[in-house]
């Protein structure tokens, strides 16, 4: 269960970390997540992802789906990498991947009143993970859910956008948000934050201030810059 003795979490799912860009996003103390969950089925990816030393981070080497089970995954490791072999012109390389069924993960490692954040952006997955959460009820425990549909870019699946849509529309949820109306900004970085902004993610106090001058030093030092980049640049 994702819980701290009785006290229920604050968890991010990463559904299609890749190589860190969002965990590198969401570990800002700002937020406060006691859990984050990155979810990659690339092998490639998954050295990136476990060098990142975070206590809080858990790199689970399967994807999320409506179905446990092996698949092919077509341009493993690539941003664009994808289950349907039509998002390409010419056939890409390919490796066996694992996949597990999105709401069995859900009922086996989430409690009840934990406060779920959850980016899908999976490898042509996102409208599957979404309908079978939707379809167990699951879908109404997340706090907020950002969809980045990739379905748009395969031809056999590019219907299914809209088709989802209509359907979340219709079981009167208001927790997610699609790709388009939040992930506004100059870097990746940026357009998670605001997303997570919009969806009420960040805690403000003395200690949290005091949290993140910490934070952003450790990350320069470490080489990575955009934190101390983003606090010196005035929010537009």
């Known amino acids: 269960m ?18 860190g860009s969002s965990l590198n996003a969401i570990r800002d103390p700002k937020y406060g997540f006691d859990r984050i ?14 060098s990142m030393a975070d206590n809080r981070v858990t790199i689970c ?14 341009d493993p490791g690539s941003r664009g990498a994808s289950i349907f072999a039509d998002k390409f012109k010419e056939r890409p390389a390919d490796e ?10 859900f009922r086996e490692n989430l409690a009840e009143g934990d406060e779920i954040y959850m980016k899908l952006n999976c490898e042509g997955a996102e409208c599957d ?26 031809p ?15 079981a009167g949820l208001t927790n997610y948000f699609m ?3 939040v992930m506004v900004g100059d870097t990746h970085r940026e357009r998670v934050q605001n997303w997570l902004r919009v969806a ?36 537009r």
């Open 61 to 74: 080497r399967f994807g999320l789906w409506n179905a446990t089970r092996e698949h092919r995954l077509y």
């Open 179 to 181: 790709e388009r109306d």
């Open 129 to 154: 993970i979404a309908e079978d959460l939707l379809d167990a009820g699951e879908l109404a425990r997340v706090r907020s859910v950002m969809i980045d549909p990739d379905v748009r870019k395969i």
């Open 200 to 235: 009420g993610a960040e805690r403000r106090s003395p200690r949290v201030q005091a949290q993140q001058v910490a934070y952003i030093v450790t990350e320069a030092v470490h080489g990575r810059r955009e934190p101390l980049r983003m606090a010196l640049v005035p929010r």
């Open 96 to 105: 066996i991947a694992q996949f597990v069924r999105a709401t069995d993960w």
């Open 37 to 50: 969950f990155c979810f990659e089925p690339a092998s490639s990816c998954w050295p990136a992802l476990e």
């Open 156 to 170: 056999s699946q590019e219907h299914r956008e809209g088709e989802l849509g209509e359907r979340l529309r219709s």
């Open 2 to 19: 994702a819980k701290y003795g009785d006290r229920p979490m604050k968890v991010f799912l990463d559904v299609g970390a890749h190589e």
